[in-house]
DNA sequence: CCCTGAACCTGACCGC
DNA sequence: TGCGGTCAGGTTCAGG
């Protein structure tokens, strides 16, 4: 469910109210995620947390003797809440802290996770081999143009390769590729340095706006105080499937790649 | 190394 | 109302 842009807003949500603080109470009440809860988690009680950090769709709990990673998976969710507010169906891990908060990881599909990483979080398995931030100065034309070179697969499955970069998900592969008039069907190897240029530009634009505007809700995101995202009423192309392109008029096509929805015109991206 | 498809799991929605 | 099928924002892993 979250993509980039979600997992930043929840980042930003959660942080101030916790930074300072240390874990009074920790209960894991369904340890069976994407990967069972590190049992170090029920011993973070006491320690500081000095920082809320992120990178990728990781959310990095960084505590004074090492750092706590949570993906939020398909669907999941942090929350802060009053200690006395009833548990929710799902709240499958509940930190409360000094400063008299709650803090709830809810998540339906279990797909998320909530690993210890110990000191050095950069050599975690999960994240050792990642790409690099799509906001940041690694990411650029030169690096994208080179590392397509010679690849089949498409280019929006190439995009969202987060070996290739991370933090591109679905909604804003398509609408990254809609914005650069390519065709999200088009070999990775086949794509012209001018349009890396456009798509590299269009994907920062994108995430970047997106965060600004607290992400995109659409069934159920919902940031750390409950409140919905605004990002979906400027979304181009995904969930618009038989709309009119915005830009020409003709109708949205829908296919599956590699068994996630792309929607695109057929028109505009070639 | 590269590519594809299956797997993990719950819930919402649609057509009958 | 109920039932079965399909789909959902992610990512790893096995197998070719």
């Not at 548990?87 to 000094?98: F, Q």
């Not at 240029?197 to 965060?211: A, K, M």
Request: proline share 5%; hydrophobic share 35%; net charge positive.
């Amino acid at each position: 469910m979250p993509e980039l842009p979600e997992v930043e807003t929840t980042r930003r949500g959660v942080e101030p109210h916790l930074v300072g603080q240390a874990p009074t109470k920790i209960q894991v009440r369904n340890g069976s995620l994407r990967w069972p809860v590190s049992p170090e988690v029920e011993d973070l009680v006491d320690y500081k947390l000095l920082s809320v950090t992120r990178r990728a769709k990781y959310i990095l709990f960084n505590f004074e003797h090492g750092t706590l990673l949570v993906h939020l998976g398909m669907s999941g969710s942090l929350r802060i809440v009053s200690p006395n507010e009833p548990l929710k169906k799902h709240d499958h891990v509940v930190l409360e802290w000094t400063g008299n908060l709650s803090l709830r990881f809810n998540d339906p599909r279990r797909f998320g996770c909530v690993l210890w990483a110990g000191e050095s979080w950069a050599d975690h398995g999960l994240i050792k081999n990642l790409g690099p931030e799509p906001l940041e100065g690694e990411f650029n034309a030169d690096y994208l143009f080179d590392k397509s070179r010679s690849r089949k697969t498409s280019i929006k499955q190439f995009v969202m390769d987060g070996n290739v970069v991370v933090g591109v998900g679905n909604i804003y592969a398509n609408e990254a590729l809609f914005m650069s008039g390519i065709s999200p069907k088009r070999l990775a190897g086949n794509v012209s340095k001018a349009k890396m240029v456009l798509l590299v530009e269009n994907i920062r634009f994108v995430l970047q706006r997106s965060i600004d505007q607290g992400g995109t809700t659409l069934r159920d995101f919902l940031k750390a105080d409950g409140s919905p995202g605004y990002f979906k009423q400027q979304l181009n192309v995904y969930g618009r499937k038989g709309l009119p392109c915005v830009s020409c008029g003709h109708e949205l096509k829908e296919i599956r790649q590699n068994n996630r929805s792309t929607v695109y015109c057929s028109k505009c991206q070639r």
